[in-house]
């Protein structure tokens, strides 16, 4: 008699998926490369299909070998969230927590409201990462994050979303570039503003900010940070967009840049998300004001 399918045996395919290496799978899963090796080994024969084609040199998944591993970590996630409710109910408000935030959204919000996430879940140990929109949606439907703030519009699908606040946008200019009238977005036509490279999702908002204008980004330069953008304005290279958060958050660091507000752009919408399965629904929508109310305790430094 065959003996069944465990999730030990899921989380060395899976494993081996990640890494195409038996020896860094095995240290992935704490055990012997024999061991990892037998493991999946027992898997395939209780399958009767071959997952993974390894030679001296290399690791390939075969195709129902791959069709497989995406099932088994669905498995092994909804195995994770059985312990995650059962340790909710039993201490909801401790453990640990994986955050993932974008890199305009995460180091401007995430160090002013931990004073009062500490204050209010002292038992609740906060892992963050900072990725881009994609990589985090990722990592929140595969599990490797349990909640994630990022920016609409976004295209998202099996997440629960709670909006937290619209952020505006001020131009950027090199100084002086400003007289006493405001700055009407009719003014920006034909602009081509330098712009964070492509993948950060504020690239995207800041071109869709203005959707009845010509403005698009200067292609001859594209920066990896909010602080180079900056850097390159204050030296007179060009003019960009920037978030009203960053502002606020003191993102200029002293540098002498021009900036003026624009009311009549598009904001962008800074969400909290989470999986819809998630036991931490109530917690998480705890943070959720946590983060709501940090942002309208920031005040702008004068510009």
């Given amino acids: 008699m065959k003996s069944n399918i465990t999730l030990r045996q899921l989380g060395f395919l899976v494993a081996v998926a990640d890494t195409l290496n038996f020896s860094r799978a095995a240290e992935q899963c704490f055990v012997t490369q024999p061991t990892l090796s037998a493991g999946l080994k027992e898997l395939e024969d209780r399958l009767g299909v071959v997952l993974a084609e390894r030679t001296k040199r290399s690791v390939m998944l075969t195709p129902v070998g791959a069709v497989i591993t995406a099932r088994a970590r669905a498995v092994l996630l909804a195995a994770r969230e059985i312990e995650t409710l059962a340790a909710a109910q039993a201490s909801p408000d401790s453990g640990e927590l994986r955050l993932g935030a974008i890199p305009t959204i995460g180091p401007y919000l995430i160090p002013r409201a931990l004073p009062e996430i500490r204050r209010a879940f002292p038992r609740l140990r906060l892992l963050m990462r900072e990725e881009m929109t994609e990589p985090l949606l990722d990592g929140l439907h595969h599990g490797r994050l349990d909640l994630i703030l990022f920016a609409l519009p976004f295209e998202t699908s099996g997440i629960e979303i709670m909006e937290l606040f619209e952020d505006g946008y001020h131009l950027a200019a090199p100084p002086g570039s ?100 998630s036991a931490h629904t109530e917690l998480f929508r705890s943070l959720g004001d946590i983060f709501r109310r940090t942002r309208e305790l920031v005040r702008a430094p004068p510009h």
């Fill in 178 to 277: 400003f007289g006493p009238e405001p700055v009407r977005v009719s003014q920006l036509d034909g602009a081509r503003l330098m712009l964070l490279e492509r993948g950060h999702c504020l690239q995207r908002h800041a071109l869709s900010a203005f959707p009845d204008h010509d403005i698009q980004q200067d292609e001859s330069f594209s920066a990896t940070s909010l602080s180079t953008l900056i850097s390159m304005v204050s030296e007179g290279l060009g003019i960009t967009l920037l978030p009203d958060l960053a502002l606020d958050a003191g993102v200029l660091g002293g540098q002498k840049v021009a900036i003026a507000p624009l009311p009549d752009a598009c904001p962008r919408k800074v969400v909290l998300a989470w999986r819809t399965t």
